[in-house]
């Protein structure tokens, strides 16, 4: 079983529409949670970052943690088409040097 | 702006022949990783430089060195680049070991 898991879709939605993106994990010692946004052919950029568990929000992008269910999901709302690109979770543990670990991507289009 | 870079965007080299990949930063941080990502794939950690010192991920094929002559730059060398090496080299930076890690453009790789 992998330590981060996610759905790589791709998934396709109409613009304006409410994306939800999920990550599930095994290590109970994650506890910095980020999501990432990489446009084809091109670096991840961080979009949000969290502690530990509950909400964040950052304009049309919310990130929720649930660490007693080891989920984390990203909510998009009013989605666009320049929203189209793969969002890779990552964690990482807390105190020291902590490797980041990525899920896979979850590749997102939003049509017109 | 501070930023990451990396040149060049796109390498292509033999079979065998060695290679070099280069990172800059502007973001004076301490630390700088060098990531390989294969299609659809989460990025694998290959090695960091906390300042000076440098941490090879167990895994890492001895094919791949890293280099980081000052703060600013660091360089990946594949010694005999193999078909299995084509992929996406990320560079990344963060400030200590602790903090969220910002991703340069990507260099691609492609052996013939």
């Known amino acids: 079983q992998k330590e981060v898991e996610q759905d790589p879709g791709p998934l396709s939605v109409p613009e304006g529409a409410i994306v939800s993106l999920n990550c599930t994990y095994s290590n109970s010692a994650f506890q910095y949670f980020m999501w990432y946004r990489q446009y084809s052919r091109k670096g991840p950029e961080l979009l949000m970052y969290t502690y530990s568990s509950g909400n964040k929000e950052d304009g049309r992008f919310t990130a929720q943690v649930d660490k007693s269910s080891k989920y984390i999901s990203l909510f998009i709302r009013d989605s666009q088409p320049s929203d189209s690109a793969t969002y890779l979770c990552a964690m990482r543990g807390s105190g020291g040097y902590q490797k980041v670990t990525f899920g896979t991507g979850t590749k997102l289009q939003v049509i017109p | 702006d501070a930023m990451v870079i990396q040149n060049p965007r796109y390498q292509v080299t033999q079979f065998g022949k060695p290679v070099t990949l280069s990172c800059s930063q502007t973001?004076?941080?301490?630390?700088m990783y060098w990531y390989q990502q294969k299609s659809s794939q989460a990025p694998k950690l290959l090695f960091h430089y906390y300042d000076k010192d440098f941490n090879n991920e167990a895994d890492t094929p001895d094919n791949f060195q890293s280099r980081r002559p000052n703060t600013s730059f660091c360089f990946l060398d594949i010694r005999s680049p193999g078909l299995g090496d084509a992929a996406m080299y990320l560079c990344a930076t963060s400030r200590r070991n602790q903090e969220t890690q910002y991703f340069g453009p990507g260099t691609r790789l492609l052996v013939l």
């Open positions: 973001l004076n941080h301490n630390v």
